[in-house]
């Protein structure tokens, strides 16, 4: 297994913009598909975009397709996700995760192990 760790959120107003990023230091993630979760407070934790490994394409939730660009470089060992045009409605902690397969999308019942995230907060 692999243990992630996440970083680059914080508090915007609507309308800037993030980058979080993903890293697994002492590890690889080139064999693996990544998955960005996140979790609002007292709400399941869902998947917003996975990126896969053999080719590096790309998957998003509807309710961030076109506002929000995940890549990886495997050089650097990290995954991004890009958020443009932030909404209070992405507010929440976001996770990255895998499940050790190549093919999106991470499957959240096969995560065994979370990194603690990374808090954005999107207010005016």
């Known amino acids: 297994q692999v243990q992630l760790v996440e970083s680059g959120g914080g508090l915007v107003r609507p309308g800037r913009s993030l980058r979080l990023s993903c890293t697994a230091s002492g590890f690889t993630l080139y064999k693996y598909a990544i998955t960005w979760f996140r979790q609002a407070p007292g709400v399941e934790r869902e998947g917003i975009s996975c990126?896969?490994?053999?080719?590096?394409?790309?998957y998003y939730r509807d309710s961030v397709k076109d506002r929000f660009i995940i890549s990886r470089d495997n050089v650097k060992d990290t995954v991004y996700l890009q958020m443009n045009s932030l909404e209070p409605e992405d507010t929440a902690v976001y996770y990255c995760?895998?499940?050790?397969?190549?093919?999106?999308?991470?499957?959240?019942?096969?995560?065994?192990?979370w990194g603690q995230g990374t808090q954005v907060t999107v207010s005016s």
């Open positions: 990126i896969t490994a053999t080719s590096g394409r790309t």
């Open positions: 995760a895998t499940d050790y397969t190549p093919d999106c999308w991470v499957h959240y019942r096969a995560v065994d192990s």
